[in-house]
Each structure stands twice: as structure tokens, then as C-alpha cells.
Nanobody, 122 residues
């Protein structure tokens, strides 16, 4: 059974930091691209970042470039999202996802976590 379990969300003031984690099980973790998506109330789910393998090419949405860092530890089947200089616009539910290829659209990802809430107050 495939499971993706996120943790690390919470409430923080603008300018603060949070570190999200997502631990996967039930599939060959290292063979899959890992991504973080987010969804704000009333908005569509959007990709935040993705990574295929440690040290490989990473993608960031323009809105988070220079503030967020995605990384993964294949020994621990875990992907991280370090979020610094948080803004109120970063508020939303954050989901990790696994797909065979790194893409920016949610339909290309096979497995999803349940989400973790991030709330940034200004």
C-alpha cells in the first residue's frame, strides 16, 4: 500500500520559516519524481517545486524561487521543503506527490499525501 505522509506545517508570521517533510512507503521511492504542490482556498492546486534525484535538476515556481528549497533523502524515502521568508500568499494546504516523471501538472502524479496546512500571518 502506497503512503505519503507529510508533516511540519503550522502557523508562522511573515518572514518566518517552516520545514515540511514527506515520508513515502509502498513503492520504489528512488524511481519516482517527488513534488510539492499547494492549494489556497478558492484557488487551483499549483506546483511549488519538484526534484527527481538528490543533486539533480530542481524546479521551482517563480513565486517561491530564492525562498524555498526542495531536497530528498533516498535512504530515508523522504522529501523536504525548506520554506524561508514566508509571505501571506504562501498560505495553503501543501501536498507532496510522487510521479514517474517530473512535471508541473498535478494529473501527472500518481500518489499523493493527505496534505499539511501552512498559515502565514502578515
Amino acid at each position: 500500500q502506497v503512503q505519503l505522509v507529510e508533516s511540519g506545517g503550522g502557523s508562522v508570521q511573515a518572514g518566518g520559516s517552516l520545514r515540511l517533510s514527506c515520508t513515502a512507503s509502498g513503492y520504489t521511492y528512488s524511481s519516482y519524481c517527488m513534488a510539492w504542490f499547494r492549494q489556497a482556498p478558492g484557488k487551483e492546486r499549483e506546483v511549488v517545486a519538484h526534484i527527481y534525484s538528490p543533486g539533480a535538476f530542481t524546479y521551482y515556481a517563480e513565486s517561491v524561487k530564492g525562498r524555498f528549497t526542495i531536497s530528498r533523502d533516498n535512504d530515508k524515502n523522504t522529501v523536504f521543503l525548506q520554506m524561508d521568508s514566508l509571505k501571506a500568499d504562501d498560505t495553503g494546504m501543501y501536498y507532496c506527490a510522487a510521479g514517474r516523471w517530473c512535471r508541473v501538472t498535478s494529473v501527472d502524479y500518481n500518489y499523493w499525501g493527505q496534505g499539511t496546512q501552512v498559515t502565514v500571518s502578515s
